[in-house]
């Protein structure tokens, strides 16, 4: 017998590859967008799921996959990014969390693997933007625009289209926006709104949900809408 496991690697689940998150770079400032839908086999469970995590006061991790797993791979992740900067005095940049938080997704997969995705976005005390691009594997690469999921194939061919480096926060929201459109009028499955951040030197800074085609999912509170990033018709 060779000990190989046939079933190895594992892969994540129907649910993982159902959700969609989208990471863009801007001049000097990072977006992150994640879908709200938790899901179960075929079953939505609920159309509010929080899938982005401060990490600190300039960086955000997005996550995908399974529930159990997003939760306590990204608070594992906070809580001792929170415990280092106690210990030290300093916070970490966003290239070294990112790189913590692949060791220790890299660690996991040889016991017990966490079956996550996700996209790290930050800002530097310089004000230098990132965006970390990484997967259930630990493999990690710093990009200017990703995304996760099934989503991606339509997400990444309308970046390749328009995007350009040194975006303008609001050209960069309108590229979000079309990227959003594409996903909902172009995916069998049903992703009823996006949850938006941004990140720059000041902090992070919560732009509510993008629903779809201008109406507001039931599940997604009117005050959490922001008038600009309501879905044209």
């Not at 906070?78 to 005095?89: D, P």
């Not at 995705?117 to 594997?137: A, H, I, R």
Request: hydrophobic share 40%; proline share 4%; aromatic share 10%.
């Amino acid at each position: 017998s060779s000990g190989i496991n046939a079933e190895w690697p594992l892969r994540p689940g129907f649910e993982a590859i159902m959700e969609c998150l989208i990471g863009i770079t801007g001049k000097d400032f990072v977006i992150l967008a994640s879908d709200n839908m938790a899901a179960h086999s075929i079953i939505a469970i609920k159309h509010d799921s929080r899938k982005q995590f401060e990490l600190s006061n300039k960086m955000v991790m997005a996550v995908c996959g399974d529930q159990g797993d997003m939760t306590n791979y990204a608070e594992y992740i906070q809580k001792n990014m929170k415990l280092y900067e106690m210990i030290h005095g300093y916070k970490l940049t966003p290239n070294a969390a990112a790189n913590f938080s692949r060791k220790e997704l890299a660690t996991a997969l040889r016991s017990n693997p966490y079956h996550v995705n996700l996209l790290l976005g930050g800002v530097d005390d310089e004000g230098v933007p990132s965006l970390y691009f990484m997967d259930y594997l630990a493999s990690m690469v710093k990009e200017k625009y990703a995304a996760h999921g099934y989503g991606s194939f339509f997400i990444l061919s309308t970046m390749d289209r328009y995007y350009r480096e040194g975006l303008s926060r609001e050209e960069a929201i309108e590229l979000l926006k079309k990227c959003i459109h594409e996903v909902q009028s172009r995916f069998i499955v049903s992703l009823p709104a996006f949850t938006v951040q941004i990140i720059d030197k000041d902090g992070i800074h919560k732009l509510g949900d993008i629903p779809r085609s201008g109406t507001v999912h039931k599940d997604v509170p009117a005050e959490a809408i922001h008038p600009e990033l309501i879905a044209k018709a």
